[in-house]
């Protein structure tokens, strides 16, 4: 939503200062211009990437027209999740949770918090590394190097369509000039025409330069932008998952551990400590 707000306040900005100042806005339309600028980088963005890079970024452009899932609620039913597991674990001993470890879609603990559980790769993460704690062949130093390890992975695999669309938006000014350039080079064809014919030529030409930096800064680049935000906020799910099963790990009781937990959330999404108890109980009663 806030994306095609965006949009507009961009496009009526600008097209509408344009227009107040007396511009004629059916001179902006060169619906050629844009099939050489977009064509372009569209042939350069194929040429440039590979198939898994090309599928992620297409994947990844309709998230952008979302609001962020991560929100207060979904932290919370984390937190409350793992530290009913780690209660389970302290009260019923580490084999208790096999169960759960290996079907988490029938366990009745991860039933309870279906939004955890619709995010397979977080549910895939918590449970991989519960299975080791099950295992009890590793210390608490190497499974926190294997979980940075596999959180910067993830964060590499996201920044892939980030960086495909920075490059894309970088590269749109260049292709703006080079249909600017081809316009010109029209208009020197023609320069025989008297000049208001050579006046409008010469417009249709410089239409070229300016839709070329309006898509790269007004509707391009800010996707990039966008998309790392959310990719940062995908990340520190895992960072809660990581802080939390660590401290349970070192000898932390439940409450303690999701407290470590809480605090590696961003303030905006960070419930209190009282208010995160008392959802906890509530949880529990269900």
């Known amino acids: 939503m806030f994306v095609i707000i965006g949009y507009l306040v961009v496009l009526g900005s600008i097209f509408g200062g344009y227009a107040l100042a007396g511009g004629h806005l059916g001179a902006l339309w060169q619906p050629l ?24 970024t297409f994947k990844a452009i309709p998230s952008t027209l979302k609001g962020s899932r991560f929100t207060k609620s979904l932290y919370m039913d984390l937190l409350s ?8 674990i302290r009260k019923d001993g580490m084999m208790s949770i096999e169960n759960d470890v290996e079907n988490p879609e029938d366990s009745a603990l991860f039933a309870k918090y279906p939004k955890v559980l ?17 295992s009890g062949n590793m210390d608490a130093f190497q499974i926190e190097n294997l979980m940075d390890n596999e959180i910067e992975t993830h964060h590499m695999e996201g920044h892939v369509p980030v960086h495909c669309i920075a490059r894309v938006g970088d590269a749109l000014p260049a292709f703006g000039i080079i249909a600017a350039v ?19 030529l010469i417009a249709h030409a410089l239409v070229g330069t300016f839709l070329g930096i309006l898509l790269a800064y007004g509707f391009v680049t800010p996707l990039s932008g966008l998309l ?10 895992y960072q809660t998952v990581k802080v939390t099963l660590l401290a349970s790990l070192n000898g932390y009781a439940p409450a303690i551990a999701v407290e470590f937990g809480r605090k590696v959330l961003y303030s905006s999404e960070r419930p209190g400590f009282n208010e995160l108890e008392d959802f906890v109980k509530q949880a529990k009663s269900r």
Do not use: C, W
């Open 33 to 56: 211009e844009v099939l050489m600028i977009g064509g372009g980088a569209l042939g350069a963005f194929v040429v440039g990437n590979n198939a898994k890079a090309l599928k992620a």
């Open 81 to 88: 999740l793992l530290y009913e597991i780690l209660g389970k």
């Open 118 to 134: 619709a995010d397979k790769h977080l549910v895939e993460f918590i449970t991989d590394y519960l299975r080791l704690m099950v």
């Open 182 to 200: 081809m316009g010109v080079v029209h208009t020197m064809e023609n320069v025989a025409l008297p000049p208001a014919e050579l006046g409008i």
């Open 228 to 237: 790392e935000q959310k990719l940062e906020e995908s990340t520190k799910m």
